[in-house]
């Protein structure tokens, strides 16, 4: 069968900036800008983009669209090397693991519309209070896994309806729709009494806190939140045509994740600011600060069911990335059918993310080194195989695939860009070859904990 292709440049940027547009944005670049130095964190975070995410963007990217393949394909029809196609196969595997938890903490977002349509938001005065609801859903074993199964089968979804008509479709549909409700909260943060506190916290430079392990947080991050190191962005780049200019659309993806990070940022802290809750609430922000801020501020009932329904797309179109590069590789490499595939696939995640998603009630006094396994599997997935993953597609692309090779389908769609600014090429050679290797094997070592044994 022939394989399929995205319609157009924009369906093709649109699911990818989907792909990377996820809870990292909303969720997790507010807390741990707010936490590291507000401006200057992200002073640091946009060069780790610039230095490491846009280089690895576009190797993930051309390895997808030359070989037309998912990550074990992709790497088998470059190099003979088992130890290459297994970087793919890790791939797949991180594909697995992320998808089973994110979907449980995507769950709890789909539950929080309903909470919030039902009002249940609106009698939180405090943070305390609504922690200790998010505390009791939590615990409500139905709630959780019902959500959870509600979310995957979303995701599933549009994985089945396949690239034009499923992922294609559904991006073109409900990325437009995220932007205009982000601005839409944005818009209502700023209009606040006494949000100019909450713009100050995030924009305001406080160098004291760029330390090494600021810069090492802000490295991680750009990795994750560019959806790098698994070939999630090779797999969407592999339904990408030869015609299309790959370091355009690379930067294209990147500029959108970065401002709806820095927007959701600022509709965030404007809000928590404007009501005089704590900022610095860490990972609880979005599910016990939030709902609390909303109670307190006017229209705040119709701002958090706006606000859970971005938080719930955001998350969907990333967890269809994830979905498809494991779904990719059964239908590429084993030749099954996508739809065979997607529900015996989609059921394989839901058993792997019920441990995480009882890590939260029955599991969760079960731990290895102080972590559940939720967080097991998270740190696994997030701090250890996406960067081994990433400094690996760089060293291939870099050293082993063969320059001119490289360059060769590099240009393809971007003969213009070669010929008007040959250094942009040299520059993301240097880029890839020495600086990204070196930093994302500092990152993994600090993972790991051997920075600290060393220092
Ligand atoms: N980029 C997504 C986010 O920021 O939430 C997470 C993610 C999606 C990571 C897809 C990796 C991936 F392959």
């Given at each position: 069968m022939q394989r399929e292709q995205w319609g157009s440049k924009l369906g093709f940027i649109l699911a990818a900036a989907g792909s990377a547009i996820g809870l990292g944005n909303i969720w997790k670049f507010p807390y741990i800008a707010g936490e590291n130095g507000g401006a200057s964190f992200i002073f640091v975070y946009l060069i780790c983009i610039a230095i490491i995410g846009l280089p690895v963007l576009i190797a993930e990217i051309l390895l997808g669209r030359t070989t037309h393949r998912n990550p074990v394909g992709a790497f088998k029809a470059l190099s003979k090397s088992k130890l290459w196609i297994g970087v793919g196969g890790m791939g797949v595997v991180s594909g697995f693991l992320i998808l089973s938890f994110y979907a449980v903490i995507a769950g709890w977002s789909l539950g929080y519309i309903f909470e919030a349509i039902a009002g249940n938001f609106t009698i939180f005065n405090t943070g305390v209070l609504a922690a200790e609801h998010f505390n009791t859903l939590v615990s409500n074993l139905p709630w959780i896994i019902g959500y959870f199964t509600l979310f995957m089968l979303l995701t599933m979804l549009f994985v089945y309806l396949g690239i034009q008509k499923g992922i294609e479709r559904g991006s073109k549909i409900m990325m437009p729709i995220l932007f205009v409700l982000l601005i839409v909260l944005m818009i209502r943060g700023i209009t606040l009494e006494g949000s100019e506190e909450g713009i100050a916290f995030l924009l305001h430079p406080d160098w004291s806190k760029i330390n090494a392990q600021a810069i090492l947080v802000a490295l991680g991050h750009a990795f994750f939140t560019l959806s790098l190191g698994m070939g999630a962005m090779l797999t969407y780049g592999s339904y990408m045509s030869k015609n299309d200019n790959i370091p355009s659309a690379a930067l294209q993806i990147i500029i959108l994740d970065t401002v709806i990070a820095l927007i959701a940022g600022v509709a965030i802290f404007t809000s928590v600011f404007a009501v005089g809750l704590d900022p610095s609430a860490g990972p609880g922000l979005i599910f016990h600060t939030i709902p609390a801020a909303f109670a307190k501020m006017p229209g705040g009932y119709f701002f958090s069911i706006i606000f859970f329904i971005l938080l719930s797309i955001a998350a969907l179109t990333s967890a269809i990335s994830l979905l498809e590069v494991v779904v990719a590789y059964f239908v590429d490499e084993l030749g099954w059918d996508r739809k065979i595939a997607v529900i015996i696939l989609g059921f394989v995640v839901f058993l792997l993310g019920l441990p995480s998603a009882l890590s939260f009630n029955v599991?969760?006094?079960?731990?290895i080194f102080g972590k559940n396994f939720f967080d097991i599997v998270d740190f696994l997935a997030s701090n250890i195989l996406l960067p081994l993953g990433g400094l690996l597609i760089s060293i291939f692309v870099g050293y082993i695939w063969g320059f001119d090779k490289v360059l060769v389908n590099l240009k393809e769609g971007s003969q213009n860009l070669f010929d008007n600014y040959p250094y942009i090429i040299l520059t993301w050679k240097f880029f890839l070859k020495y600086l990204s290797p070196i930093l994302i094997f500092i990152v993994l070592l600090h993972s790991l904990g051997i920075l600290d044994i060393i220092f």
């Open positions: 599991l969760a006094d079960y731990t």
